[in-house]
């Protein structure tokens, strides 16, 4: 199959020691990721309450009260011991989009979509050469943001005598070329409000960020 392309370095706004996030982009970065994400993908270690505190995307209470709402929380059991649904309150977690792994599987012919929480962190690759020692210098530790920025924008048509395993896509950027996520994004596919371009690799960037500081909500 051949070796991942390395994945293009980016600029982020959190590198670095004094690295902080961009709120406008970590609230562009929770639409991509409720209007496209979240159908498949969890992100079970994150709770309502954590949109609104400092140094995330810059809710207020009453707004992430009113993200919450509109999620459908189980709970119970009630008196009569059965479980029921309700809306979401503040300190509840994002609910999983599947009931169980079996379920997930099931839907997405058989691949497990992982869960989002800490994929920023967890995901990375190894830059060989003069770039490994340049990292160590620079401190940089961005490689799994990056590497996220490239699977979502990696997908193009296999090389000519590439065989792809049914049910797979091609993406230059993920280890063995088949990933089972079919091209989640497209140009146009979620509106933005503040001018910013609404492309595959903003989009990308912006989810990625946002991703980043669910892993890492206290960097600030």
Known sequence: ???????????????????????????????????????????SLLSFRNLAQPGGPGFTTAQAAAIAAEYQIQDGPNDAGEM???PGRLADHFPKPFPNDNAARAANGGALPPDLSVIA?????????LWFLLDLVTQYVEQ?????VAVLTGYTDAPAGFKLPEGTHYNKYFPGHAIGMPAPLSDGQVTYDDGAPQTVQQ??????AFLMWAAEPHLE
């Not at 799994?144 to 996220?148: C, L, Q, T, V």
């Open 1 to 43: 199959a051949g070796d991942a392309d390395t994945p293009p370095k980016q600029k982020w706004s959190f590198w670095g020691p004094v690295g902080k996030y961009d709120r406008a982009q970590l609230q562009r970065g929770f639409k991509v990721y409720r209007e496209v994400c979240q159908s498949c993908h969890s992100l």
């Open 84 to 86: 029921f649904e309700r």
């Open 121 to 129: 962190k967890a995901r990375t690759y190894e830059r060989g050469g």
């Open 144 to 148: 799994g943001p990056d590497y996220i």
């Open 203 to 208: 989009y990308a960037k912006d989810v990625t």
